[in-house]
């Protein structure tokens, strides 16, 4: 295959169609790789598969659906389909792209789509993260099937899925977090429970706790507390006209023995030493 990617100039782009499928199963969990040209008008009606994929665009655009209308995907864009989710694609022009796919009963050996399962748990797409790099070692090595071939092509592979899953933490994760905290913030003079917090960012208690764990290192409660117990010591300096207890108060602490407790072990001294040692 003879393929020189220049997203810049997508005519210096030359698909070999003998060469659309690459087997690559000695290379686990991968199963197949594809360059592969779509024609203009060409379709695929709903299905689903039991693997994970992800196609990459190099030329043109295409349209995918996965139940919230067409969405497309650009010229180095990303398109990451976890396992079992109903999609369906269209090429209206036309386009060019890298596919590939994942086998769903190899082993794992540096836990790839473990990762994949904890950053994409529905369709995305990702903007402006193709690897090129990756894409043009896969297409250099593509009919010369030998130990070098391998070893590159492994490397190429794992390169390529570290950016997407590097991309997806900044898209998704990042807008999670933000989410997440404006709506604790919001809440810093009361008590909250898991169930409100999974029902406000539209998830189950499961993900919300998974979430959490993932951005933050803790559960979302003992994240709520500590969002309090950072105001708490803020306004003790702030506000030093009120009283400790109403500062507690304030911070939806109605027990002050509770409050000066989780206060200590917060900063490691009580809130009158906060106080006072500033």
């Not at 005519?11 to 790789?33: A, G």
């Not at 529905?122 to 297409?139: I, K």
């Not at 709520?224 to 306004?235: C, I, N, S």
């Amino acid at each position: 295959m003879n393929l020189s990617i220049n997203l810049n100039d997508p005519k210096s782009i030359i698909f070999d169609d003998s060469s659309k499928v690459i087997l690559i199963r000695d290379i686990p969990p991968y199963e197949s790789c594809n360059f592969h040209r779509w024609d203009a008008g060409k379709r695929m009606d709903w299905h689903q598969h039991d693997y994970w994929q992800v196609i990459g665009v190099i030329e043109g655009f295409f349209e995918v659906d996965w139940g919230e209308g067409w969405q497309p995907i650009q010229i180095g864009s990303i398109h990451v389909l976890p396992p079992g989710k109903r999609h369906r694609l269209y090429s209206k022009n036309g386009h060019g792209q890298i596919g590939i796919n994942f086998s769903p009963d190899s082993p794992d050996p540096r836990k790839t789509k473990t990762t994949l399962a904890a950053i994409f748990d529905q369709p995305v797409v990702l903007e402006e993260s193709l690897h090129v790099d990756a894409c043009e070692t896969l297409a250099r090595y593509s009919r010369r099937w030998d130990r070098v071939a391998r070893l590159a092509s492994a490397h190429a592979l794992d390169a390529l899925l570290l950016a997407i899953c590097q991309a997806g933490h900044r898209q998704y994760s990042d807008r999670d977090e933000d989410r997440l905290l404006r709506w604790l913030q919001s809440r810093n003079d009361m008590c909250i429970s898991v169930d409100e917090a999974a029902s406000a960012m539209g998830w189950s208690r499961s993900k919300l706790q998974q979430r959490c764990q993932k951005l933050f290192g803790i559960g979302v409660i003992h994240l709520h507390e500590r969002l309090r117990l950072e105001r708490a010591a803020r306004l003790l300096r702030a506000r030093r006209s009120d009283s400790v207890s109403a500062i507690a108060d304030r911070c939806g602490y109605k027990d002050l023995p509770t409050f000066s407790r989780r206060f200590k072990r917060y900063a490691n001294c009580s809130p009158r030493q906060w106080r006072e040692d500033e």
